[in-house]
């Protein structure tokens, strides 16, 4: 049984499009706030979504995105509500594929088999622990793509410093895509040297079938373009979420930067469009 994200990406290939992901924090700016945006995403060109789930510690974040999650958690927003956010969204909408992104404690705490059953209910199709090493998964994402309910995909990170024998055992164990990480450092970081992903991800693609979507340093239609030609799609994440950044719960606000996030989405998925 294939998953919504795969066969995304078997339809985007047979139109020649290349996939567009926004990163979103579940409850940032408020809890309200999330569910109306994720389907305003999807009318501004989203294939995927992907909402972070709200943590205290957030390491592979920069602070744009660690700001969110502090938002978030201030108004009280757990992972359990984020999964309920998910739900409410796929009341409406059957078919955008969401991935969910976060980090272990949270999941140690709830169990590893209550957290994937929490999230095949909600209508989640894929995994990204960050701080998973696929050398320590264990059968965890073979036994992901195979539940019954609903098959979710295992997403795991490869960088500019991953080992050979490491970039194998995450193309061994990941499903769905492989989310490459453009640069040395968090998210948000500027110093993206577009030439040298593009032939780091040339050289992922040589190596399996599994799409590859690059991540971390896109701010603008240019940068989502040069990287789409060769990569199967962009994550966006802190160009987007910081819009949000000082709208202290002001609804007038709110509405500006919700406006920003999607001009810059019709920025990125025009961009993309452009490719072929």
Known sequence: MKTRIELTFEALRQ???????????????????????????????ADIIEVGLPFSDPMADGPVIAHAAERALAAGVS????????????????TTPVLV????????????????????????DAILMVDLPPSEAGNYPKALTERTDQPINQIFLLSPTTEPDRRAKVIENCS???????????????AL????????????????DIPVCVGFGIRDGASAKSLG????????????????????????????????????????????????
């Open 15 to 45: 139109a020649g499009k290349k996939a567009l992901i926004p990163y979103i924090m579940a409850g940032d700016p408020r809890p309200d706030v999330t569910v109306d945006l994720m389907h305003k995403l999807v009318e501004h060109g």
């Open 79 to 94: 992972t359990r509500d984020a999964l309920n956010m998910v739900a409410k969204f796929r009341e409406h909408d059957q």
């Open 229 to 276: 030609v060769v990569a199967d799609g962009v994550i966006v994440g802190s160009e987007l979420v910081k819009n949000f950044a000082g709208c202290n719960n002001n609804d007038q606000k709110i509405t500006q930067a919700k406006a920003k996030l999607l001009a810059k989405m019709d920025e990125l998925r025009q961009a993309l469009d452009e490719i072929y």
């Open 101 to 124: 992104m976060g980090y272990l404690n949270p999941v140690e705490i709830i169990g590893y088999d209550n957290f994937a059953k929490m999230c095949a209910d909600a209508g989640v």
């Open 176 to 190: 769905g895509f492989i989310y490459y990480v453009s640069l040395k450092g968090v998210t948000g970081s500027g």
């Open 193 to 208: 040297d577009v030439d040298e992903v593009r032939k780091q991800v040339a050289q992922v693609k040589s190596e399996t």
